[in-house]
């Protein structure tokens, strides 16, 4: 036995790729790939061909997703990483924990309460550890701002102010692909927001117990363009000549592994990367509002934008001594197909955290900047991940099931709350509350 640690891998879109770049490329003398599962054999003949140019190594054995279990008895993998759909995440965690594999999952960790309720009984029947992939939380900036609260500089936190802007290529691509049907990732509240509400949570040390929401589709989709008197008639960008000028359209053949991942995988997935965002069917929203209690007694105005001329974000927490501020503006992050994102002139395009006392001047605190994706949160935490001896953690960033769930019910509760036009009692869906103290860190 070599003494890896044995991965398997399922779901090979484009986000597998950074985990597989971290086994077979950074930590190959202490982790192992052992497997890749998909429904897309084309996918998963892109990422061999690349480990094998890369790492020159043999092979990887590829599994169809309908021989999931036959994988885990053939490869033994320590852990199972979950890099599908959404909405298939508690499928494949509880079924490689039930196999006796603990279990690693890109966020969110599930869409609703059933499966949430599916993972949790896996978890209690089994014992298997699951780790939520929040990589927000490494990020140098974010982390700052976690050590500011830390450090005591707000006092008791009172009140958090949160806006997310997604700009018109970031917030558009969540409206050609699968994320467009609430039935595949819950809607932006819970796909993207459970960032931003991990990122709360995290920073106060607090979870939320009632939400409120609104939310409408006010920009994308077929009726609205209709409605400011645009049409666009074409189900599709790539290949269709009258979307060439569309500020919106994405050519699949522009990047090789966008070509390989999804146009060449079509005939076998029947799935369009490239759908046009003022189509149909679009069933999520792209303009959201929330208000969440905290367990502490917090309060939180939530906004969430998908069609904005920047992206960014504007955050404030007010407490008993004072107030701090981050304002950030991404740089615009296009996908170069193998996963990475064009960060060559760096992730922010401005950053700037500042704090006010509640009897003083205010003073701006300088901004860590990181290397690599997310703001360079994406190094800092595959080193947690796969490092055998990483370096201690003081933030406490690494994020159980239980911090999964806290983030995923107030994207749930919102989507109910919308439904339902009514103020949503997070413990009246899940236990949430009984499981204070027993989270990660």
């Known amino acids: 036995m070599s003494g890896k640690k044995r991965y398997a891998l399922v779901g090979t879109g484009s986000r597998a790729g950074m985990y597989v770049r971290a086994i077979t490329e950074t930590y190959p003398d202490v982790a ?26 043999d092979t990887v054995p590829t599994y169809p997703a309908e021989r999931f279990e ?49 993972i949790f009984d896996a978890i209690d029947a089994t014992g298997r550890s699951l780790t939520v992939t929040f990589n927000y ?48 990732s819950g809607g932006l509240l819970v796909h993207k927001a459970t960032h931003h509400f991990d990122l709360v949570n995290w920073w106060i040390d607090s979870f939320p117990v009632s939400v409120s929401a609104m939310g409408r589709l006010n920009f994308y989709g077929k009726a609205n363009a209709e409605a400011r008197g645009e049409h666009y008639p074409y189900e599709r960008y790539t290949g269709v000549p009258e979307a060439e000028d569309d500020p919106f359209a994405l050519q ?6 966008l070509k390989s991942l999804y146009l060449d995988a079509e005939a076998e997935t029947g799935y369009l990367r490239d759908r046009n965002v003022f189509g149909e069917p679009i069933d999520i929203e792209d303009s959201m509002t929330v208000s969440v209690q905290y367990d502490s007694g917090v309060l939180m105005s939530y906004c969430l934008v998908a069609y904005s001329p920047w992206e960014g974000l504007r955050v404030a927490i007010t407490g ?38 509640m009897f003083g001047d205010g003073y701006e605190v300088p901004v860590p ?73």
């Not at 699949?252 to 592994?257: E, V, W, Y």
């Not at 099931?401 to 989507?415: F, R």
């Open 252 to 257: 699949l053949t522009s990047k090789d592994a």
């Open 137 to 184: 939380r490494y990020a140098p900036a974010y982390t700052r701002f976690r050590q500011l609260v830390i450090d005591g500089l707000v006092g008791r936190p009172l009140m958090v102010d949160f806006s997310w802007l997604l700009d018109t290529s970031h917030g558009a691509d969540y409206f050609r692909r699968w994320h467009r049907e609430k039935k595949n």
């Open 32 to 57: 192992e790939l052992v497997a890749l599962c998909d429904f897309s054999q084309t996918r998963m003949n892109w990422y061999v061909d690349r480990i094998i140019k890369a790492t020159g190594v």
């Open 320 to 357: 008993t001594k004072g107030r701090i501020e981050m304002d950030i503006e991404e740089t615009v992050l296009h996908l170069l197909g193998d996963g990475a994102a064009d960060a060559s002139k760096g992730p922010f395009k401005k950053a700037a955290i500042r704090v006010y006392p």
């Open 369 to 441: 900047i990181g290397e690599g994706g997310h703001g360079g949160a994406d190094p800092v935490m595959l080193e947690q991940i796969f490092s055998p001896q990483p370096p201690p953690d003081p933030y406490h960033r690494a994020a159980s099931h239980i911090d999964g769930a806290a983030s995923v019910l107030v994207g749930i509760a919102s989507n109910l709350s919308m439904r339902d036009e009514k103020v949503v009692h997070i413990d009246d869906l899940f236990p949430l509350s009984s499981m204070i103290g027993h989270r990660a860190g």
């Open 70 to 118: 036959q994988m885990i008895a053939d490869t033994r993998p320590d852990s199972v990483i979950v890099a599908t759909i959404d909405a298939a995440h508690h499928n494949y965690i509880a079924r490689a924990m039930v196999l006796g594999c603990d279990v690693i999952t890109e966020k969110p960790m599930t869409t609703d309460l059933e499966k949430l309720n599916t």
